[in-house]
T-cell receptor, first 111, second 115 residues
């Protein structure tokens, strides 16, 4: 069985400060890891994904995530956040025909 | 390019009423999904359809039925709405690829309140 745990439900951070959103997963099979972002009143959008190869993956807007197999983690980081990064962030795993989502982390960037 | 379109955006029902949430995608995707989003619970899969003519239960199927009308459309029906079904419902679609290549495309959601 697959499961995803996001350890922080809410993360407030000041503008231009760094942030880390934590994600741990458990799975009995090979999985592929994703981060999705949901801006207010919108559906989810893919932010980045890990398939194989380099354990560090990056998105076009400055976020990065590192796959750590030994710790079964896929934490999301950004060195300097902007107001526009305020959103809900979901970690997800893909196995077979289904996606399994974490409970989400609400990132609030404070001016 | 519209992507995934859901209707309606908002709906209020009384307990026991029925309704159908509509979803259509114009990306020629094979797979379609219905999720519900609740505070503190994240997204939970209700039903999915890997291809036209097939549907499968997800994590929380009780109280719902689905119809894959054609490749474009995947509807979700509540036969007798209950307050526990108050939620935000998202439709999504993806290519029918190996798991590692899949990317979900989401609609903008339907906010449903059952009184």
């Amino acid at each position: 069985a697959q499961s995803v745990t996001q350890l922080d439900s809410q993360v407030p951070v000041f503008e231009e400060a760094p942030v880390e959103l934590r994600c741990n997963y458990s799975s009995s099979v090979s999985v592929y890891l994703f981060w999705y972002v949901q801006y207010p009143n919108q559906g989810l959008q893919l932010l980045l994904k890990y398939l194989s190869g380099s354990t560090l993956v990056e998105s076009i807007n400055g976020f990065e995530a590192e796959f750590n197999k030994s710790q079964t983690s896929f934490h999301l980081r950004k060195p300097s956040v902007h107001i526009s990064d305020t959103a809900e962030y979901f970690c997800a795993v893909s196995a077979g025909n289904q996606f399994y989502f974490g409970t989400g982390t609400s990132l609030t960037v404070i001016p | 390019n519209a992507g995934v379109t859901q209707t309606p955006k908002f709906q209020v029902l009384k307990t026991g009423q029925s309704m159908t949430l509509q979803c259509a995608q114009d990306m020629n995707h094979n797979s379609m999904y219905w999720y519900r989003q609740d505070p503190g619970m994240g997204l939970r899969l209700i039903y999915y359809s890997a291809s036209e003519g097939t549907t499968d239960k997800g994590e929380v199927p009780n109280g719902y039925n689905v119809s894959r009308l054609n490749k474009r459309e995947f509807s979700l029906r509540l036969e007798s709405a209950a307050p526990s079904q108050t939620s935000v419902y998202f439709c999504a679609s993806s290519e029918n690829q190996a798991a590692r290549f899949k990317k979900l495309f989401f609609g903008s959601g339907t906010q449903l309140s059952v009184l």
